[in-house]
């Protein structure tokens, strides 16, 4: 996976984020409170020296400096999470500034919408999870089996193209265009996992092959993703 996601670099400029070579990163992630820190020192290939764990608790954050201005995000995960069904909103991931809503790109199961799970984007003026904000809301795709979730950010559409899109086993689910768009030089906070406004992590044991991409990744890309997560 790895590899393949370097073949997309040249569609894109600045570092790319991935975790899948420690047993206590992505691989069967720890809670953070068991990891509390160690994995200070461990930097996955191609990384270039800037993934770490800060753990306080329930704090699972990395660095923003992999974001650059203008920059197109795709994430991408396997996870192989049960159907939902908790009293809190689960976020795979949250990149923020200052608050969770504000310039923000979110993937999360929605405790109080049937558990949907939602990928969302705001604006840097957002003054509420739903302002300033466009989402693409699908049913709870997840079964306990893994799954291959992949939202891509699309800061400039050309002609034919979206803003935003998501996919499940490298099958659209939904795609949108919006003016709703964060700055992602504006990031403060990179969040793996957790719900941080309510300070819960979620997804322990249950993510694999963690990726965030400065590029769009087009379909044919990430549908080879599946098939070589599928085969491998």
Request: glycine share 8%; proline share 4%; net charge negative.
């Amino acid at each position: 996976m790895e590899a393949l996601a370097y073949a997309g670099l040249i569609r894109g400029d600045g570092h790319l984020f991935t975790m899948d070579d420690t047993t206590d990163s992505t691989k069967n992630l720890a809670k953070t409170s068991a990891v509390l820190g160690s994995l200070t020192s461990t930097v996955p290939s191609g990384f270039t020296g800037k993934s770490y764990v800060a753990a306080n608790g329930t704090t699972n954050d990395y660095p923003v400096t992999m974001f650059k201005a203008q920059q197109d995000i795709t994430f991408n995960v396997w996870t192989d999470t049960a159907a939902g069904g908790t009293t809190a909103d689960e976020h795979l991931v949250n990149i923020f500034k200052t608050n969770t809503h504000a310039n923000s790109f979110r993937i999360f199961r929605d405790a109080g919408d049937s558990d949907k799970l939602k990928f969302a984007i705001s604006a840097e003026d957002a003054s509420g999870p739903t302002n300033k904000t466009s989402s693409l809301d699908i049913a709870d795709p997840f079964d306990g089996n893994f799954k291959m979730v992949t939202a891509v950010l699309r800061r400039n559409p050309e002609s034919g193209e979206t803003t935003q899109a998501l996919y499940i086993n490298g099958v659209s689910q939904g795609t949108a265009t919006t003016a709703h768009i964060p700055d992602p030089s504006a990031f403060t906070r990179f969040s793996l996992a957790i719900n941080p406004d309510e300070a819960a992590e979620h997804w322990e044991d249950e993510l694999d092959e963690v990726q965030v991409l400065p590029y769009a990744a087009p379909v044919a890309m990430i549908l080879g993703w599946y098939n070589f997560g599928q085969n491998s």
